[in-house]
């Protein structure tokens, strides 16, 4: 199949407005290091179409912004030398000042993509690499376990069995996966969020469970060694029950603005997801293996980008929404 000249995409005019349009443009002049790609879908992310007004300095050239940061398709493209070739199916997480992914082909590094795992749908797998990848870094990145223990090292897993790790926002995407990759690690889990979460996020790893709205953190029994948040609620509570010592890291707040004057601690900040196709490949062979799923609010249909968009922002979802920009997404 050649590559078109243009593509149907949705561009954002105004970055201080959250108001999207669609059009068609031409497909992106490719580096050598970046593949071309059919996209079949994408997910958007809450509060997107307000970083380039948040956070100018990263968007260095205005140009016909298209969102879009997560996603999977087929690759159209591929330079010379890349292990993936055109026909190949792949999952990517971008940086949002490059080639955004609601559009019908996009360019992405070779070091941002990896395979799509089988075992899930084209919707599933544009859902799948900023919840992952942000939950890779909760736990392994910026936390004390080594991920070496999901690839078969003994050394490794007996390490992390010394751990205990307090996820809170345990029934949300981001620390839902952080509960199953820390528990296929071998850390002892400790889940907090709604209750309805709790069957599913035990069967999942997690050695126990709290409800925020009956349980009250700070009376844990046992002090735990990390605390990933992932919801900005509750860090004094946090504190009380991480050991001295511990590390505390959230992708909402920085936990050091509750921290305790005189708590000794070896690490708290507040960090930001950064692309990975390496761990990427590394979560897509472990979703093959375990069977792993995303939770998904609903797929909509390409022209209903307005409408996916203003729900995820409205913070009233279960799970990821998913805009299908191919029509064989769903």
């Known amino acids: 199949m050649s590559l078109p000249t243009e593509s149907k995409a949705v561009f954002q005019p105004d970055p201080s407005s959250t108001k999207l349009e669609s059009t068609t443009l031409p497909i992106p002049k490719a580096t050598e290091s970046e593949h071309l790609i059919y996209v079949y879908g994408t997910s958007p992310c809450l509060g997107e179409l307000g970083w380039e007004k948040n956070f100018p300095a990263l968007f260095k050239e205005r140009k016909a912004r298209v969102p879009g940061t997560e996603g999977a398709g087929v690759i159209a493209k591929a330079p010379e030398g890349s292990p993936y070739k055109p026909g190949?199916?792949?999952?990517?997480?971008?940086?949002?000042?490059?080639?955004?992914?609601?559009?019908?082909?996009?360019?992405?590094?070779?070091?941002?993509i990896a395979p799509k795992p089988e075992c899930l749908s084209w919707s599933e797998a544009a859902a799948t690499p900023l919840s992952t990848l942000t939950a890779w870094d909760g736990v392994f990145?910026?936390?004390?376990?080594?991920?070496?223990?999901?690839?078969?090292?003994?050394?490794?897993?007996?390490?992390?069995?010394?751990?205990?790790?307090?996820?809170?926002?345990?029934?949300?995407?981001?620390?839902?996966?952080?509960?199953r990759l820390a528990a296929a690690a071998g850390a002892h889990v400790i889940g907090f969020g709604g209750g309805a979460a709790a069957d599913g996020c035990k069967k999942d790893g997690a050695e126990a469970y709290l409800d925020y709205k009956q349980d009250d953190l700070a009376q844990l029994p046992e002090k735990v060694d990390h605390i990933f948040d992932c919801t900005g609620r509750d860090t004094e509570k946090g504190w009380s029950i991480l050991k001295d010592n511990g590390s505390f890291v959230s992708v909402c707040v920085d936990p050091n603005s509750t921290k305790p004057e005189r708590k000794p601690v070896k690490d708290a900040k507040w960090f930001l997801v950064e692309p990975s196709g390496k761990n990427l490949a590394r979560i897509s062979k472990l979703i093959q293996q375990k069977g792993w799923k995303p939770v998904l609010d609903s797929v909509v249909p390409y022209d209903q980008f307005q409408q996916a968009y203003d729900k995820v922002d409205s913070g009233k979802t279960r799970g990821k929404i998913v805009i299908a920009v191919h029509e064989d997404a769903a």
Do not use: C
């Open 88 to 112: 190949d199916a792949v999952m990517w997480r971008n940086n949002a000042w490059m080639w955004g992914s609601l559009r019908g082909v996009t360019a992405i590094l070779e070091e941002n």
């Open 141 to 179: 990145t910026h936390g004390p376990l080594d991920p070496a223990a999901l690839e078969g090292d003994s050394a490794a897993r007996k390490k992390n069995e010394g751990y205990r790790i307090l996820i809170t926002g345990a029934s949300g995407g981001v620390g839902g996966w952080a509960v």
